[in-house]
């Protein structure tokens, strides 16, 4: 009896993308692993690492170009908006409702910083301090606290020094002990402007006085009396000395941070382009008064201060690249018999910071942005030593061409570090499990994304709502407090999202490839409103589109018969594809959403192919 035999079938293969992570811009697209995406715009991962399209934004109301900085303050009670756009000072209502006042004008227009101290607002534009009650903004010059700079002098001089000279007020006191002979009282300083106020025994002289500002020589009439009090000051007078430059030294400041030891706190400013390695502290619990000694050299002046980061109990300060100096010095708050000192020891070398804005932090770890990429200060724990370890090893190639990287801006955001140059934005995840890379100094990384169409030029988080300012003139909010897929869209302008799986030869770059019949499906999560494009690209060939399919879910708060579907669960959509492609060596599947007012989020996409000859 014959037997006949039939040719076996082709083996059926699957390959399946799960389990995703972010995107991978370090090697070539056919070198990453399965769960990343090296092109993969405007998606971020939702809860369970799963990515999905990014939350847009919208503009709230412009004021004069461009936005230098935005502000929350709470003062008395109530909550103040601040923008700073071009030379103006405004208050804005995030409602977007009421058009914003002006405050002040006549402003430095560069990139500010501000802070919140004893009741008021503080701004620092680069060339003007300001002060902030609710009301106006006036320079800090003008209600700067005045010292007293010695005590117990006596009229021909001497006495103890007691305060230093602020920088920020021509006005100064000194404190005498009458002796009730002498009329003359010479004041510690010479070639004054004016004596502004004589206080006798605690009240307003009534002795007339004449004052020699050459020699700074105040005559009375009549001899001030001794006081009643044996050894206790009875004269104050207080008079002005200006000081070329001594305001501009505090004014051109660009950046601030807030530390000191308990509770402690004193203001440090940096950033003046005239002293670029100098910083300066406050009194303590006074940003009115910077004493005229109380400043630090932070290494060398060929390179500058660019900002600070909070590590544990120090204060790092970041300086620029500099292969011969230290580019992190650490300053430590000291408690000692004298009062609170503030020692600096050298911390890093190698790795500068470029932009004092890009400073931020994920899980409390400091990051901060270099000319390699984004940078986290560590520490070891067997040594106590600080490093510098990259965390943006996946974005790196992309991120370190961005030009102007001096005025890229970060903020921290629902537990992500978000870095922006112009419309690129960076996003560093800290939601999703590290990476543990050897290209990141055996440390870990984190999982990045990139997003385009974000014109964020400065940024602010309050309590998870986020606000950020345009080169236009531009106050704009995430979308994130609006319901359901009206989130999606960027002022108007639909979101263009997609991810793309890795160039994938499947384990053989050399064997022919073909997809079975039916054999690719993708599984995305539902939407009340949402669309769905698929397309492939081989080594042959650039995209073409195998699938265009509307994925909305009925409901019915939002009918639309131009659209109209059946499908009401929301469980996840399975859609299969019916795709040609043969004698492929990599197959490359984007999955695509362009709609306005549309979800898409990703949770799988399975390819099943037969495999065939070597390549000829």
Sequence with gaps: MPVFSLPAGKTRHTTVYSSFKGVDFSSDTTKIDNARSPFAPNVISDSGGYPQKRTGWRELLSVKAPVNGLFRTVLDGTAYWLAHGGDTLYRFFPDGEQQPVVLRTGLNDGFSAGFTAGGFFYLLTGGDYLRFDGQAAVPVSEVATVPTVTISRLPNGGGEVYESVNLLSPRRTDSFLCDGTSKDYYLSSTDIDAVTDVLYNGSSCEIDYTVDTKTGCVSFAQAPEAPLVTGQDNLRITYSKTVEGYADRIEKCRFVSQYGIGGADYWFVSGNPDYPNLDWCSALQDPTYFPDLNYAKIGG??????????????????????????????????????????????????????????????????????????????????????????????????LTREPHPEQAVAVNWEGRYLLCFGDNCYVLDGNQKRAYRS??????????????????????????????????????????????????????????????????????????????????????????????????????????????????????????????????????????????????????????????????????????????????
């Design 439 to 616: 290209q990141s100094e055996n440390d870990y990384v984190y999982e990045c994304y990139h997003w385009n169409g974000i014109p964020a030029r400065c940024f602010l988080e309050v309590d998870g709502a986020l606000f950020f300012g345009t080169a236009r003139g531009g106050i704009c909010r995430f979308n994130n407090d609006l319901e359901g897929v009206m989130q999606y869209h960027d002022n108007g302008s639909p979101i263009v999202c997609q991810w793309s799986t890795k160039a994938d030869d499947d384990g053989d770059f050399l064997e022919q490839k073909r997809l079975l019949p039916r054999g690719l499906a993708i599984q995305i999560k539902p939407f009340e409103r949402g669309s769905v494009s698929v397309l492939l690209r081989t080594e042959r060939e650039e995209e073409s589109c195998v699938l265009e399919q509307i994925t909305d879910i009925f409901t019915f708060g939002h009918v639309d018969f131009s659209r109209f579907v059946f499908n009401a669960t929301d469980s996840p959509q399975v859609v299969p594809i019916d795709a040609r492609c043969r004698n492929y060596l990599t197959l490359q599947l984007i999955v695509r959403n362009q709609g306005i007012y549309e979800g898409l989020g990703v949770l799988g996409i399975i390819k099943r192919f037969s495999r065939g000859r070597s390549k000829r």
């Design 301 to 398: 002046e060929e390179t500058a201060v660019t900002g600070y980061a909070r590590v544990g109990e120090y204060l790092a300060i970041l300086k620029q690249d500099n292969a011969q100096d230290a580019t992190i010095f650490l300053r430590q708050a000291v408690d000692t018999q004298e009062g609170v000192s503030f020692p600096l020891q050298q911390g890093v070398s190698g790795i500068g910071s470029v932009s004092a804005r890009s400073v931020g932090s994920v899980r409390d770890e400091p990051l901060f942005l270099s000319r390699r990429g984004v940078h986290a200060i560590v520490s070891s724990v067997l040594t106590a030593q600080r490093s510098v370890q990259n965390r943006s090893y996946f974005v790196d190639p992309a």
